[in-house]
């Protein structure tokens, strides 16, 4: 048995999708949450049902993507889900009249039907009572009222799903002529009036006086970006600690294992290779972590449509509908879900020009780079690596906008859509929904850096180590010239000596290792962006993900690095010391902000490629997406190079 | 400017389009200009003519009150939205 869960944006559907199969699909409050059907399966007495979660819809008629999907599955027209046996309607209590609109047309499809009542709690705390028995008889369906948050009604609802009949065959519509809509909403109305015991309380002044402000065009834009500032500074504050935390842990995991193991190939890959690989890139879990929490938050109160909304108004500037935002604000998380989420975005043109330029915003992957570059940049200030951050962001959000406003004027020309969007209720967000998310996106964080950043760490590391060479001549006459001091008592000197002879020798050994040529080969490319070869390597290696630059260049510059070393600090420490073959140092203030620049513009992502390609379904978007991002990166890493370099900021 | 209580909505004030009424004013639906595709959301939303809604808060987007749930809508949408603009409270008698 196969039925689907359909229903107005917003009404629960997907909180008693999860409810019922114990899934942890995306919830939040704001209508367009779910964007793609998904199947799902629970027990119901002695056999299986399966549910088919839709995303939300008004009417029968589609007005954008998403819709579509909805209503091909709903009509048993789409190839991938086939035929339903029924079909649960997910309705708010709080707003009957307006659910019943698309509740009679679905009765009139002749499946079997029943009606799942949801939040009636809420209906309940705002004094209204709705005779779910009445309404029943009105639809010629069972009606069972639930709460999907904690599972009240759940099990009434599954025996009735035992027992599924058509609806008594029913035409709301009488003979519709002219507006199809206006008999429906006197229907509507009229059901209402007769099982809504009492009207509905007006919404709280306090709820009134909030939306006053977060939807005024001037304070409700400062607004946004307070909440915006205040969600960064949570995420960095918060994240420090256990940051540090982990730094150590990895640090002092890497010094046993150099203390224990004896001085072998395998002591090297597994503290260059697999601690400092992998590690420097776990170390961004409790961002993450975060991140993901604050935001599933801040959805679940209904805030995000008030973005959307006071929003509009700017976006329209760039040509973009405000809808488009809400997509831009989670590309912050994560570019791939923001991909999907353009499709309640109803004209294509709107929509593709947002699919292209998602890539630019700042996504948590950026984070370990950005780290790596602010502590490179300002070791010991913390403000002004905060400052770091935000420049980075803003550089993102700023090329976005940019390119947006140059795709709307040239190749996809033309208005967009105007705004109509729905203002979701202010509801208490679930503590356990951004729990959830949190843990789904940590496992999918871990394991990332267990699988595909563990695997290129250690395949850098073999690249980076073989071939082997011979120490060249002058490391060699060095390391006697050092013998000979240390004969003659100048410990000092010898010291120095034998360093540099090490230095030469590792430099020497990476340089004619594969990854060494291979970095070599793409050196004239990239050295007026003020990049070595071993940057380079580094670029290579994050193409298929960014956040491999911090573990490759910890391989890279760590394996030059004397392996018996005192006791690492930081995992760090080894590119801040790190030098060119003359004895400058590698990362020089204009050479960091050129790298920086670099990775907030640059397309490295071999995942987001191939879903904009799903998306777009053709080659062609990708293709662009990865030429115009590859020159915008080369060139503004090339000029902020060339400037400061000029201007004597070396 | 004073109104008599007595005055009835409908015919004592012209039509007027969506985005030039007040905040917090009530109307019926006259008649809608366009067959735009964004219209047909609107619609199934609520938006019908001969019945009532309500301008939350004006401007550029504005927001309507439409059964019960707020709608955000560009001004550009609403200027083909004609509506008989209600003078007190309740526009009972209006809906013919
Ligand atoms: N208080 C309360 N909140 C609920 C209940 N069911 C859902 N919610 C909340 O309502 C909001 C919307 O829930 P979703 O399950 O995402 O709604 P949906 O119908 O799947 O929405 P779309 O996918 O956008 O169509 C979320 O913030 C939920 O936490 C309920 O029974 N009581
Ligand atoms: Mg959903």
Redesign the interface.
């Known amino acids: 048995m196969r039925f689907a869960l359909a229903g107005n944006p917003n009404g629960g559907k997907t909180t008693l999708f999860n409810a019922l199969t114990g899934l942890r699909a995306h919830t939040a409050n704001y209508p367009g949450t779910t964007i793609e059907c998904r199947l799902g399966r629970c027990a119901n007495g002695d056999h299986e049902i399966e549910l088919l979660d839709l995303p939300g819809i008004y009417d029968f008629n589609a007005s954008s993507e998403e819709e579509q999907v909805a209503l091909d599955a709903l009509q048993g027209r789409s190839a991938e889900f086939g035929s339903l046996d029924g079909v649960i309607v997910v309705t708010d209590a709080t707003n009957l009249s307006r659910s019943l609109f698309l509740i009679s047309q679905i009765v009139e499809m002749k499946l079997p039907v029943v009606v799942a009542l949801n939040m009636v709690d809420l209906a309940e705390a705002g004094g209204m009572r709705i005779d779910a028995r009445k309404l029943a008889a009105e639809l010629g369906c069972p009606v069972i009222p639930v709460v999907a948050r904690t599972g009240r009604g759940l099990a009434e609802l599954r025996a009735t799903l035992r027992q599924m009949k058509p609806p008594a065959p029913r035409n709301v519509c009488g003979g519709c002529d002219g507006c199809r809509f206006r008999t429906r909403y006197a229907w509507s109305d009229a059901v209402t009036q007769r099982c809504v015991e009492h009207a509905p309380r007006p919404p709280s002044r306090w709820t009134e006086r909030i939306d006053h402000m977060l939807t005024h065009p001037v304070l409700g834009v400062a607004a946004f970006f307070g909440v915006m500032l205040g969600l960064f500074f949570l995420i960095f504050s918060l994240a420090s600690v256990p940051m540090d935390l982990i730094d150590k842990l990895f640090s002092s995991l890497g010094g046993w294992v150099e203390r224990t193991l004896p001085e072998s190939d395998l002591r090297n890959l597994l503290v260059k290779g697999v601690i400092g690989g992998a590690g420097g890139v776990l170390v961004f879990l409790p961002q993450i972590c975060i991140l993901f929490f604050c935001i599933s938050l801040l959805e679940d109160t209904g805030y995000l449509a008030r973005a959307a909304f006071v929003m509009d108004r700017l976006m329209r500037r760039v040509g973009l509908p405000g809808k488009a935002f809400v997509p831009m604000l989670s590309a912050h998380a994560c570019a791939i879900p923001a991909i999907m989420a353009t499709r309640v975005i109803e004209d294509k043109r709107d929509r593709l020009v947002t699919i292209l330029v998602l890539p630019l915003f700042s996504c948590s992957a950026r984070i370990p780079v950005y780290s790596m570059l602010a502590a490179l940049l300002f070791a010991d200030n913390a403000w002004r690596a905060s400052l770091v951050f935000t420049g980075a962001y803003a550089v993102g959000i700023l090329a976005a906008v940019g390119v947006a406003f140059a795709l709307k004027r040239t190749l996809l020309k033309g208005e967009s859509r105007p705004l109509v969007l729905e203002l979701p209720s202010y509801k208490m967000p679930s503590l356990r929904t951004a729990a959830l998310l949190m843990f789904d996106r940590a496992k999918v964080f871990l394991r990332r850096a267990g699988t595909i950043i563990l695997f290129i760490s250690v395949a850098l590391w073999a690249l980076a180590t073989y071939p082997k060479s011979e120490p060249p001549k002058e490391a060699v006459a060095l390391q006697q010239q050092a013998g000979q001091l240390r004969a003659r008592g100048a410990t000092k000197d010898a010291n120095e000596a034998q360093a540099q002879a090490e230095r030469l020798t590792a430099h020497s050994a990476l340089a004619n290792s594969a990854a060494g040529r291979i970095g070599h080969y793409i050196e004239p490319v990239l050295r007026p962006l003020g990049f070595d070869w071993q940057i380079g390597i580094g670029i290579i290696s994050s193409f298929a993900a960014r956040e491999v630059i911090v573990s490759t260049l910890a391989v890279v510059y760590g394996v030059g690095e004397d392996v018996a070393e005192e006791n690492p600090e930081s995992l760090y420490d080894s590119l801040r010391r790190a030098q060119r073959a003359d004895g400058t140092k590698v990362f020089t203030t204009a050479t960091c902000v050129s790298l920086l620049l670099f990775y907030v513009l640059a397309m490295q992502c071999l995942a987001t490629q191939a879903i904009t390609r799903r998306e777009t379904n053709s080659w062609k978007w990708p293709a662009l997406q990865l030429g115009y991002m590859t020159l915008l990166a080369y060139g503004a890493a090339l000029t902020a190079f060339q400037v400061l370099r000029m201007c004597g900021i070396a | 400017m004073k109104r008599s209580v007595k005055e009835t909505c409908c015919a004592s004030k012209p039509p007027r389009r969506l985005n030039e009424l007040p905040s917090g004013s009530r109307a019926v639906v006259h008649h809608i200009e366009t067959a735009?595709?964004?219209l047909?959301?609107?619609?199934?939303?609520?938006l019908?003519?001969?019945?009532e809604i309500k301008v939350v808060?004006q401007?550029?987007?504005l927001?309507l009150g439409?059964?019960?749930?707020?709608?955000?809508?560009?001004s550009?949408?609403a200027q083909h939205v004609v509506v008989q603009p209600a003078c007190r409270g309740s526009t009972h008698d209006c809906q013919s």
């Open positions: 735009e595709k964004a047909h959301r609107l619609m199934a939303m609520g019908c003519v001969g019945r808060r401007g550029n987007p927001i439409l059964l019960g749930a707020r709608i955000g809508v560009s550009r949408l």
